[in-house]
């Protein structure tokens, strides 16, 4: 199973990047996703997670209001929208696959890992 992230760059903050995840629809078409960051010498970090169908969304509590989660059921791709980037979401953003349909926060109730994307955000 392939996940291939994409759209990490860098960008001055204040500024905006949108990350993509794509995969077979047969991964992903009855299960979450989500979207996980990580700075060197630190833990995984929930970023944000959709539903099966793209109807459910949640996401961390440093992000909410500036980064919006979707999923293209038809495409089998999620994507991240992140606006009024800050230099501290600076780190390797992972997309991932839940096992279940319903989207959580927890790195241990995905299944499947992209090899990520870097976003640097510059003061």
């Known amino acids: 199973v392939q996940l291939q992230a994409s759209g990490g760059g860098l960008v001055q903050a204040g500024g905006s990047l949108r990350l993509s995840c794509a995969t077979s629809?047969?991964?992903?078409?009855?299960?979450?996703m989500g979207w996980f960051r990580q700075v060197p010498g630190k833990e995984r970090e929930f970023v944000a997670a959709?539903?099966?169908?793209?109807?459910?969304?949640i996401y961390g509590d440093s992000v909410k209001g500036r980064f919006t989660i979707s999923k293209d059921y038809g495409k089998a791709v999620a994507a991240l929208q992140m606006n009024s980037l800050k230099p501290e979401d600076t780190a390797v953003y992972y997309c991932?696959?839940?096992?279940?349909?319903?989207?959580?926060?927890?790195?241990?109730?995905?299944?499947?890992w992209g090899q990520g994307t870097e976003v640097t955000v510059s003061s």
């Open positions: 991932a696959v839940n096992r279940r349909s319903v989207p959580t926060q927890e790195p241990s109730e995905y299944s499947y």
């Open positions: 629809r047969r991964t992903s078409s009855n299960n979450a």
């Open positions: 959709v539903s099966w169908n793209g109807g459910t969304r």
